[in-house]
T-cell receptor
Framework: DAKTTQPPSMDCAEGRAANLPCNHSTISGNEYVYWYRQIHSQGPQYIIH???NNETNEMASLIITEDRKSSTLILPHATLRDTAVYYCIVRLDTGTASKLTFGTGTRLQVTL | ETGVTQSPTHLIKTRGQQVTLRCSSQSGHNTVSWYQQALGQGPQFIFQYYREEENGRGNFPPRFSGLQFPNYSSELNVNALELDDSALYLC?????????????FGSGTRLTVV
């Protein structure tokens, strides 16, 4: 399984953009990058995913480098409710099963 | 559309006992995956069910087993509970290939083994 590396924690001021990096240098060509977040003791919440193109939705933007070895999740205007653990995940598809391989996550603290 | 629901929300069991956790998948989803999340760790893949059959398994012993029913709901069974089985157990439903919105997780069952 391709592994991901994330900083253990980050701080962001409310209203500013939060840029969360992820390294996935061993990713293979058919593996997607997913981002989820988890607020204390709740189930992970889907944010965004992509293969090689940059993606944007109502929650965030995902920037994937051309060599696909790293990506950045951008929350354009962070709020206190965005405080959570953010997981960068590589989705391995074995042909018969598809599983999410969670990394260590980044604990984002949004402050006033 | 209804999300993923899991029951019970909390459970306390004694070492050596057996436990069954339940999951109802999101409407329209046909695949269910189970994850174990120990305190302070990221979720770890246990197994996945599609068309009522297990079609992928993580590094978990055979005492972890499951079922999927025709309505796509699922059960996770753990036999001979050990103290290290204490964790948050998460169920995630999806379409076969993940779909546009990825995997929808339930809020989990917090299992404590004493």
């Amino acid at each position: 399984d391709a592994k991901t590396t994330q900083p253990p924690s980050m701080d962001c001021a409310e209203g500013r953009a939060a840029n969360l990096p992820c390294n996935h240098s061993t990713i293979s060509g058919n593996e997607y990058v997913y981002w989820y977040r988890q607020i204390h003791s709740q189930g992970p919440q889907y944010i965004i995913h992509g293969l090689k193109n940059n993606e944007t939705n109502e929650m965030a933007s995902l920037i994937i480098t051309e060599d696909r070895k790293s990506s950045t999740l951008i929350l354009p205007h962070a709020t206190l409710r965005d405080t959570a653990v953010y997981y960068c995940i590589v989705r391995l598809d074995t042909g018969t099963a598809s599983k999410l391989t969670f990394g260590t996550g980044t604990r984002l603290q949004v402050t006033l | 559309e209804t999300g993923v629901t899991q029951s019970p929300t909390h459970l306390i069991k004694t070492r050596g006992q057996q436990v069954t956790l339940r999951c109802s998948s999101q409407s329209g989803h046909n695949t269910v995956s189970w994850y174990q999340q120990a305190l302070g760790q990221g979720p770890q893949f246990i197994f996945q069910y599609y068309r009522e059959e297990e079609n992928g398994r993580g590094n978990f012993p055979p005492r972890f087993s499951g079922l999927q029913f025709p309505n796509y709901s699922s059960e996770l069974n753990v036999n001979a509970l050990e103290l290290d089985d204490s964790a948050l157990y998460l169920c995630a439903s999806s379409l076969r290939t993940g779909g546009v919105n990825g995997y929808t997780f339930g809020s989990g069952t917090r299992l404590t083994v004493v």
